[in-house]
C-alpha cells in the first residue's frame, strides 16, 4: 500500500504536480492496516514519539509517527517557504494546537483533535504543535510534506 503511494508522490513531485487536494485524496483512498505500519517504526516510550522517515525524495518526504501515550511535539513551522502538508491519522487521535507568531511572540489560536481515518492539511506558514490525544494509548499518523522539510524552527 505504501509502495503504491511512494509511486504516485514520485510520479507527481517528478512532473511538478504535487498538490494538497490530490495528497490528501491519495491517503484517503485506501484503508491502511495499522498492524503492519507498526512494524514500520520503533516502538514509543509513554510521554515520546517516533518519527520514521519511510520515504525521502527531493520534492516530498513521506513519514510515519508513532504516538507514545501522551506524547507531543514542540511548537514548530516546517522551514522551506512554501511547504505543504497532509496527516492521516491512521490509528487512536491526534491534536492539533494552532500559533502564529509576530516579533518573536506566539500567539495561540486554537485546538482540535482529529480522529483515526479523517486527513488534516495545511498550507505554507503553519505554525503548530501535535500531541497525542490519548493520554494512555498509542496514537499513529502518516504525514507527506512537500516541497521539503528543511531549516524547522522550534518555539
Ligand atoms: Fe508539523
Request: net charge negative; glycine share 10%; charged share 25%.
Amino acid at each position: 500500500m505504501i509502495s503504491k503511494w511512494i509511486e504516485h508522490l514520485d510520479e507527481w513531485a517528478e512532473s511538478g504536480d504535487l498538490a494538497l487536494v490530490k495528497v490528501k485524496a491519495l491517503l484517503q483512498s485506501d484503508t491502511l492496516n495499522p498492524t503492519k505500519l507498526r512494524e514500520l517504526a520503533d516502538e514509543p516510550q509513554k510521554g515520546q514519539y517516533v518519527r520514521q522517515v519511510l520515504h525521502h525524495h527531493d520534492g516530498y518526504e513521506l513519514v510515519l509517527l508513532r504516538w507514545g501515550a501522551g506524547s507531543e511535539t514542540l511548537t514548530h513551522d516546517h522551514g522551506c517557504a512554501g511547504t505543504r502538508g497532509a496527516v492521516l491519522i491512521v490509528d487512536g487521535m491526534v491534536g492539533n494546537r494552532v500559533f502564529s507568531e509576530k516579533d518573536g511572540k506566539l500567539t495561540f489560536h486554537r485546538s482540535f483533535d482529529v480522529p483515526a481515518g479523517d486527513v488534516l492539511t495545511f498550507g505554507p506558514g503553519l505554525i503548530h504543535q501535535m500531541v497525542n490525544a490519548q493520554p494512555d494509548k498509542e496514537s499513529m499518523s502518516i504525514h507527506v510534506y512537500f516541497p521539503c522539510l528543511e531549516q524547522v524552527t522550534y518555539f
